[in-house]
């Protein structure tokens, strides 16, 4: 592990805390982007499997997923270098927009902004929902087969009748073993 990878590590995940705009789903064609495409520290098959892992492990999904690769990549530093990055740009900003909130909360310029990072904010969780609904593994075939979509109907249908999550996380993962072992 050198200096240099540490300093990618952290250009990256400050370059998604920055621009990752509209929560954690929003931000994960950015995670991708960067950390599968323009990387290559992890496949896309790896991707998808941290972005289940973040999405079960309390704690915003681009926290817990930075916290993941950066350990992937390098080790304990990558992981605390990630998500120190990752966490920058909102600390500071939220640090800065507090202080200026009551003066800038009726400014008609600060409200066209917010307005127009709705639509952009849309866009990337219907981004980010596409490129987790069509995964694509390493030579280019989908990964998702059939009993993947009947786990997830399964699972959507339990949630429709209010079964406790807990359960069906965990049933899920006792369908996963036993189908695909371990």
């Given amino acids: 592990m050198g200096i240099a990878v540490l300093i990618k590590l952290f250009v990256s995940y ?26 290559a520290w992890l496949t ?3 991707f998808s499997d941290i ?21 992937e990549v390098a080790g304990i530093w990558g992981s605390v270098v990630a998500t120190t990055a990752v966490c920058l740009p909102a600390l500071t900003i939220m640090m800065l927009l507090t202080r200026f909130f009551l003066r800038l909360r009726d400014n008609l310029y600060v409200q066209g902004v917010v ?45 429709w009748r209010k079964v406790n999550p807990i359960l069906l996380i965990v049933v899920s993962g006792i369908a996963g073993v036993l189908i695909y072992g371990l």
Wanted: aromatic share 12%; hydrophobic share 50%; charged share 10%.
């Fill in 14 to 39: 400050l370059k998604i805390g920055f621009f990752g705009f509209g929560g954690g789903y929003a931000m994960l064609s950015l995670i991708h982007s960067e950390v599968v495409v323009r990387n």
């Fill in 115 to 159: 307005q127009g990072m709705r639509p952009v904010v849309v866009g990337m969780i219907a981004s980010a929902a596409l490129l987790l609904i069509f995964p694509a593994s390493d030579d280019g075939r989908s990964f998702i087969d059939l009993w993947s979509w009947a786990i997830f109907g399964l699972t959507l249908l339990g949630s």
């Fill in 44 to 46: 896309n098959g790896e």
């Fill in 51 to 71: 972005v289940a892992i973040s999405q079960m492990t309390p704690g915003p999904i681009a926290i817990n997923s930075a916290t993941y690769i950066g350990y």
